[in-house]
């Protein structure tokens, strides 16, 4: 099948007036010909100026592929769904909307995608860009609330213990007409925290038996503000994670009490692993770890209470 495009860019934005014209831009700033991509900006009801932004953008690069939308359905999943059916490239590239694509982001997808016909979504490095000091508190477990996603120095496949995350993540068009769309039942919506719209389509593309990589020298910087740090946010967003797997293993009782009995053994093994934050004095870490175990048991015992 013929495409227009090569290659789709897609933002999804919400809320983020101070960072989403450097996204567009970190795409439309790469050595990759204007001709053979475009860029598109979902829009997910902001309360801000997002929307007069992307118009004053637009009217000033009338030359450039750029095109943006108004998605009513709140939740980052109907935003992802809206960016997919409306790109109209072979490959659909997601970058959120306070990230900034590094040069040969672009290039470094399609020419993997070329390469490996086997392949149906790839994956790549994600960067955080702290804008604040980070608090004593922070660890390695935390990783997962800044976007922080680096699986080494060399390409890879992933089968499941690890999948790329939506800040940086690419799939050919394919995949969404073989599998469907992203499970609006998951996924942040508004200032809800749920999650694992990302886990259930890459386990569903698993699941059909195509390949997914990560590229690690495709990479993205991603902006960490302050309130990523608020403990009141880390709550939610703990909850979330474990609200997102109850609502994706909805009807399926071994694995929810799986996930269930898994849950409680993280939580047993962040004992351990806290130990060494005691023996060197590091009480904070140790506490906001065990917290956060309890958090994702919380929010799996109760979704509402993580939406």
């Given at each position: 099948?013929?495409?227009?495009?090569?290659?789709?860019?897609?933002?999804?934005?919400?809320?983020?007036?101070?960072?989403?014209?450097?996204?567009?831009?970190?795409?439309?700033?790469?050595?990759?010909?204007?001709?053979?991509?475009e860029?598109?900006?979902?829009?997910?009801?902001?309360?801000?100026?997002?929307?007069?932004?992307l118009?004053?953008?637009?009217?000033?690069?009338?030359?450039?592929?750029?095109r943006?939308?108004?998605?009513?359905?709140?939740?980052?999943?109907?935003?992802?769904?809206?960016?997919?059916?409306?790109?109209?490239?072979?490959?659909?590239?997601?970058?959120?909307d306070?990230?900034?694509?590094?040069?040969?982001?672009?290039?470094?997808?399609?020419?993997?995608?070329?390469?490996?016909?086997?392949?149906?979504?790839?994956?790549?490095?994600?960067?955080?860009?702290?804008?604040?000091?980070?608090?004593?508190?922070?660890?390695?477990y935390?990783?997962?609330?800044?976007?922080?996603?680096?699986?080494?120095?060399?390409?890879?496949?992933?089968?499941?213990?690890?999948?790329?995350?939506g800040?940086?993540?690419?799939?050919?068009?394919?995949?969404?007409?073989?599998?469907?769309y992203?499970?609006?039942?998951?996924?942040?919506?508004?200032?809800g925290?749920?999650?694992?719209?990302?886990?259930?389509?890459?386990?569903?593309?698993?699941?059909?038996?195509?390949?997914?990589?990560?590229?690690?020298?495709?990479?993205v910087?991603?902006?960490?503000?302050?309130?990523?740090?608020?403990?009141?946010?880390?709550?939610?967003?703990?909850?979330?994670?474990?609200?997102?797997?109850?609502?994706?293993?909805k009807?399926?009782?071994?694995?929810?009490?799986?996930?269930?009995?898994?849950?409680?053994?993280?939580?047993?093994?962040?004992?351990?692993?806290?130990?060494?934050?005691?023996?060197?004095?590091?009480?904070?870490?140790f506490?906001?770890?065990?917290?956060?175990?309890?958090?994702?048991?919380?929010?799996?015992?109760?979704?509402?209470?993580?939406?």
């Amino acid at each position: 099948m013929n495409y227009p495009f090569k290659i789709s860019a897609v933002i999804c934005s919400y809320n983020r007036a101070r960072f989403i014209i450097h996204a567009v831009e970190s795409v439309f700033g790469q050595a990759y010909d204007k001709s053979l991509y475009e860029v598109i900006v979902v829009d997910n009801n902001s309360t801000d100026n997002t929307i007069s932004l992307l118009e004053e953008y637009r009217v000033a690069h009338h030359g450039y592929n750029f095109r943006y939308f108004n998605e009513q359905n709140q939740g980052v999943a109907f935003a992802r769904t809206r960016c997919a059916k409306e790109a109209k490239g072979e490959i659909v590239a997601y970058l959120d909307d306070d990230s900034t694509a590094q040069p040969g982001w672009l290039s470094g997808i399609c020419d993997f995608f070329d390469a490996h016909p086997d392949t149906w979504s790839v994956g790549g490095k994600i960067v955080p860009r702290f804008l604040t000091e980070t608090p004593d508190w922070y660890s390695k477990y935390f990783f997962g609330l800044v976007g922080n996603f680096d699986q080494g120095p060399r390409i890879k496949q992933l089968t499941g213990a690890r999948y790329p995350c939506g800040a940086n993540m690419a799939f050919r068009r394919q995949v969404f007409d073989e599998i469907g769309y992203f499970n609006t039942d998951l996924g942040r919506k508004g200032a809800g925290l749920l999650a694992n719209e990302e886990k259930d389509i890459y386990l569903r593309i698993l699941a059909h038996n195509h390949k997914v990589h990560y590229l690690p020298h495709v990479w993205v910087l991603h902006s960490v503000e302050a309130n990523k740090f608020d403990k009141a946010y880390v709550q939610r967003h703990s909850m979330g994670i474990g609200g997102g797997e109850r609502l994706r293993l909805k009807g399926n009782s071994a694995a929810l009490l799986l996930k269930f009995i898994e849950y409680f053994m993280k939580w047993g093994y962040a004992v351990t692993y806290g130990l060494g934050f005691l023996l060197r004095g590091q009480w904070s870490k140790f506490v906001m770890l065990e917290r956060f175990r309890w958090w994702v048991i919380a929010g799996f015992l109760d979704p509402k209470g993580a939406g």
